[in-house]
């Protein structure tokens, strides 16, 4: 995950060029003031991924303003239930508090709604197993957008729908970025574009000191060539080609 699809690092890393482009401007990325260390995640089971996770995403400036403010749940009808009545976005304003507030700080916090939710949040979990951080960021993410989509009568998220859906969520917003992939045809020089939006992107961080290095690597021009030559559609064959 990157909170940094921000605006003051990518244009820095002339990433925009780049293909790598962040959905939202002006998003404030900065705390108002240092506020003491919060409380520690009670470990319900090999809930470390999950607390360390959680943790993260409660501490991402950003999204703190929007669960601080009830921005998801202020316009919420009563019936709102989430996706398979459960709702990431409800559960993280609910524990908002615990974490923020420093006149209701308690040592220990325990996750419970997020914990007894594993399943929903992604049906492969198993309550008890240790899972992958990175895959309940993604799939917590998700979930927030199917919630912010379904309480504002917007289909769910699916590879056929308009993405201008997604751009208007408020996750999009602030975790989001689009990613554009062109390649050119060394012979006949013609260029093919793919545009998709991400929520997060798979970095090399063996190589790399920072996240703007790895970011660097992750955009820098790869050739197509050997056994992993391009199929120009202009040539109708096999060329060598750079992506
Ligand atoms: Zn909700
Ligand atoms: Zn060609």
Known sequence: MINGTSNRMIPKLGLEARGVTPVADGMNLEWKEMLPSGPGF????????????????LHTPPLARVLAQKMHSRHLSKHHKGVSGFCSFCAFEELYPQVHNSSRYKRVVTPTSFVQNQRVICRTFRPGRQED??????????GMVKSSLKSSGRK????THNHKDEMRSIVH?????CLQNSVTCTSCKAVSVVSELFLDLSLDIYNSNTVASA??????????????????DKCKSYVSALK
């Open 173 to 177: 917003n602030m975790f989001g970025g």
């Open 215 to 232: 970011l660097e690597k992750f955009t820098a021009v790869e050739r197509l060539d050997g056994n992993n030559k391009y199929r120009c």
């Open 156 to 159: 769910g998220m699916d590879r």
């Open 42 to 57: 009670r470990n319900m089971g090999n809930t470390c991924f999950m607390n360390a996770s959680l943790q993260c995403l």
């Open 133 to 142: 951080a990175h895959e309940f960021v993604r799939h917590v993410l998700y």
